[in-house]
């Protein structure tokens, strides 16, 4: 697709912009709270955002700029604070929110004091969508009080988006942002809501383009668009030179990428694993006789995540404060979660609706977030062997009584990488292949 033929001129400011497309590789949540019935909803779930279009009369889901400003600009300020830029980043304390105005941060993307110089337009989907098929509805469970609750979600589906710079963007700038996109790719950063459910993986595809005027007699007769040459590993090792020396490893929260400055297996790590299915697999859904991701059938990276849960949970205890620091709280205010799970997508179509047939090998992606190495090893031990990862009634295929056969699953390293300074992508497969 050439992307610069979805650029809307007429709306066009600055003279550099970048074009992205979005592409979505689970479920998309850019939601309105839960309880709020709107006209457009096509359940009392929690509906997604749809916006209307009155060409045709009908709504599409679309993902506001500011939701994409926010994400870019927390995966922005961390690459940059991680290389040892100065990054003021207050932006995710909601008692302060104060910020300076002067950080590689605030030129960017703005702050109280200064303007921002970009336009982060909002992302609409690319092929003609239609609401009901690009829409679904999703239950979640919510360990808490034990109730799933509906959600609707966007499937997988194709987005563009624009960024306007409103005056040249500096080298480093430049570079960070890209990086920036690139960490979407590496599934170290997600987009819009229930990201610890598993939702809003993505992967980005992006291109700098700088459009110069053409005068004849002081007078602006047109322009030409240049496509600026974006080679990530060029502006990586830029980024290693331009690298200041200073380093912050702070391990109480995730404004920088932890053990950033060596190989070891502590650090933000992913995994992209292969979950093979050793029996049939069947999760009853709300309405579905099995959840699916736009009609296939997949393994919620929620229920992957919850089995891993309540693993820990029998070995460090319930109240174990260990589990709310490595899973997250579930509690309104509380922290959020060092591991998230995407959904487990099958490798190859499967032709089945209501369930997973044994055999079937699925892949997904598990970030360790900023963890240690003694956690890391003692959360992939729980996935050795062949494991049932669902509740005993789901693994009785909905009933009650009679023996557990189905969802019985087993996992393997397909890929690992961590973040460090000098390989964004260092290779630890072998070594995570190793601990499980
Ligand atoms: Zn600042």
């Given at each position: 697709?050439?992307?610069?033929?979805?650029?809307?001129?007429?709306?066009?400011?600055?003279?550099?912009?970048?074009?992205?497309?979005?592409?979505?590789?689970?479920?998309?949540?850019?939601?309105?709270?839960?309880?709020?019935?709107?006209?457009?909803?096509?359940?009392?779930?929690?509906?997604?955002?749809?916006?209307?279009?009155?060409?045709?009369?009908?709504?599409?889901?679309?993902?506001?700029?500011?939701?994409?400003?926010?994400?870019?600009?927390?995966?922005f300020e961390?690459i940059a604070k991680t290389f040892g830029f100065f990054v003021?980043?207050?932006?995710?304390?909601?008692?302060?929110?104060?910020?300076?105005?002067?950080c590689l941060g605030?030129?960017?993307?703005?702050?109280?004091?200064?303007?921002?110089?970009?336009?982060?337009?909002?992302?609409?989907?690319?092929?003609?969508?239609?609401?009901?098929?690009?829409?679904?509805?999703?239950?979640?469970?919510?360990?808490?009080?034990?109730?799933?609750?509906?959600?609707?979600?966007?499937?997988?589906?194709?987005?563009?988006?624009?960024?306007?710079?409103?005056?040249?963007?500096?080298?480093e700038?430049?570079?960070l942002?890209?990086?920036?996109?690139?960490?979407?790719?590496?599934?170290?950063?997600?987009?819009?809501?229930?990201?610890?459910?598993?939702?809003?993986?993505?992967?980005?595809?992006?291109?700098?383009?700088?459009?110069?005027?053409?005068?004849?007699?002081?007078?602006?007769?047109?322009?030409?668009?240049?496509?600026?040459?974006?080679?990530?590993?060029?502006?990586?090792?830029?980024l290693?030179?331009k690298k200041t020396?200073r380093?912050f490893?702070?391990?109480?929260?995730?404004?920088?990428?932890?053990?950033?400055?060596?190989?070891?297996?502590?650090?933000?790590?992913?995994?992209?694993?292969?979950?093979?299915?050793?029996?049939?697999?069947?999760?009853?859904?709300?309405?579905?006789?099995?959840?699916?991701?736009?009609?296939?059938?997949?393994?919620?990276?929620?229920?992957?995540?919850?089995?891993?849960?309540?693993?820990?949970?029998?070995?460090?205890?319930?109240?174990?404060?260990?589990?709310?620091?490595?899973?997250?709280?579930?509690?309104?205010?509380?922290?959020?979660?060092?591991?998230?799970?995407?959904?487990?997508?099958?490798?190859?179509?499967?032709?089945?609706?209501?369930?997973?047939?044994?055999?079937?090998?699925?892949?997904?992606?598990?970030?360790?977030?900023?963890?240690?190495?003694?956690?890391?090893?003692?959360?992939?031990?729980?996935?050795?062997?062949?494991?049932?990862?669902?509740?005993?009634?789901?693994?009785?295929?909905?009933?009650?009584?009679?023996?557990?056969?189905?969802?019985?699953?087993?996992?393997?390293?397909?890929?690992?990488?961590?973040?460090?300074?000098?390989?964004?992508?260092?290779?630890?497969?072998?070594?995570?292949?190793?601990?499980?």
């Amino acid at each position: 697709m050439n992307l610069t033929e979805t650029i809307d001129y007429s709306t066009f400011k600055g003279q550099y912009f970048i074009i992205g497309e979005i592409i979505l590789e689970g479920p998309l949540r850019i939601g309105r709270s839960r309880n709020e019935v709107v006209e457009y909803s096509i359940s009392a779930a929690a509906p997604v955002l749809l916006d209307y279009n009155s060409q045709d009369g009908s709504y599409y889901p679309f993902i506001p700029g500011s939701s994409l400003k926010g994400v870019f600009r927390a995966t922005f300020e961390r690459i940059a604070k991680t290389f040892g830029f100065f990054v003021c980043q207050m932006i995710d304390d909601r008692k302060e929110k104060k910020t300076c105005g002067k950080c590689l941060g605030c030129r960017l993307f703005g702050s109280e004091t200064s303007q921002s110089n970009i336009i982060v337009r909002s992302a609409y989907p690319v092929e003609e969508a239609e609401k009901y098929s690009m829409v679904s509805e999703r239950p979640h469970f919510n360990s808490d009080d034990k109730r799933f609750y509906p959600e609707e979600i966007i499937n997988p589906s194709k987005f563009v988006f624009q960024i306007d710079f409103q005056t040249k963007p500096n080298k480093e700038e430049l570079a960070l942002i890209l990086l920036t996109f690139n960490e979407f790719n590496l599934k170290r950063a997600f987009i819009g809501g229930g990201v610890s459910r598993g939702n809003g993986a993505v992967r980005i595809n992006t291109e700098v383009y700088k459009r110069e005027l053409e005068y004849e007699e002081n007078e602006v007769i047109g322009y030409e668009i240049y496509e600026i040459e974006t080679d990530l590993k060029k502006i990586h090792s830029y980024l290693v030179e331009k690298k200041t020396g200073r380093y912050f490893d702070e391990w109480k929260d995730f404004r920088v990428y932890h053990r950033a400055t060596d190989d070891s297996l502590n650090g933000c790590i992913v995994a992209e694993m292969n979950i093979k299915t050793e029996s049939k697999f069947t999760l009853k859904g709300r309405e579905e006789e099995s959840v699916t991701l736009g009609g296939e059938p997949v393994i919620p990276g929620s229920v992957i995540k919850g089995f891993l849960r309540n693993k820990m949970k029998k070995i460090k205890g319930k109240r174990s404060d260990w589990i709310e620091k490595i899973f997250g709280s579930i509690k309104q205010s509380g922290g959020r979660s060092k591991i998230i799970v995407t959904d487990a997508i099958p490798k190859t179509k499967v032709n089945e609706t209501k369930y997973i047939p044994k055999g079937t090998v699925l892949k997904t992606f598990i970030l360790f977030d900023n963890i240690v190495e003694e956690d890391l090893q003692t959360i992939l031990e729980q996935l050795q062997g062949i494991k049932m990862i669902t509740g005993a009634t789901s693994a009785r295929g909905g009933v009650v009584r009679g023996p557990i056969i189905n969802n019985k699953v087993s996992f393997a390293i397909e890929k690992a990488w961590k973040f460090t300074i000098k390989d964004l992508e260092k290779d630890i497969t072998f070594e995570l292949d190793q601990m499980l």
